[in-house]
């Protein structure tokens, strides 16, 4: 089991910065990819970027330059920096931790941190 916790949202104006924070416990070791899924009122999640086993990070067009995604293998932590926020990045904020393989892969969600950009 993996438990991921969520931190580090908050209100900016368009073209601030935050920086959120995921805190993996239990079987981190079976992790094999954390990502971040923005979810926007009344829209899917959806996936903007994630880090792998081998600490390669992929993003979407929409947030590539903007967003870095780093992590702390010391502090089983994840960050995601967003720079040049804009209004369309206000959304509820989630990592997923997707591990295991075959019948035992897994998929977990943490609570979310909600990301308001507004002038």
């Known amino acids: 089991q993996v438990q991921l916790v969520e931190s580090g949202g908050g209100l900016v104006q368009p073209g601030g910065s935050l920086r959120l924070s995921c805190a993996a416990s239990?079987?981190?070791?079976?992790?094999?990819?954390l990502d971040w899924y923005p979810q926007a009122p009344g829209k899917q999640r959806e996936l903007v970027g994630g880090?792998?086993?081998?600490?390669?990070?992929n993003y979407t067009d929409s947030v590539a330059g903007r967003f870095t995604i780093s992590r702390d293998n010391a502090k089983n932590m994840v960050y995601l920096q967003m720079n040049s926020l804009k209004p369309e990045d206000t959304a509820v904020y989630y990592c997923?931790?997707?591990?295991?393989?075959?019948?035992?892969?897994?998929?977990?969600w943490g609570q979310g941190t909600q990301v308001t950009v507004s002038s």
């Open positions: 997923n931790a997707n591990g295991g393989w075959g019948p035992y892969e897994y998929d977990y």
């Open positions: 239990g079987s981190i070791d079976s992790i094999n990819r």
């Open positions: 880090i792998g086993r081998g600490g390669m990070t």
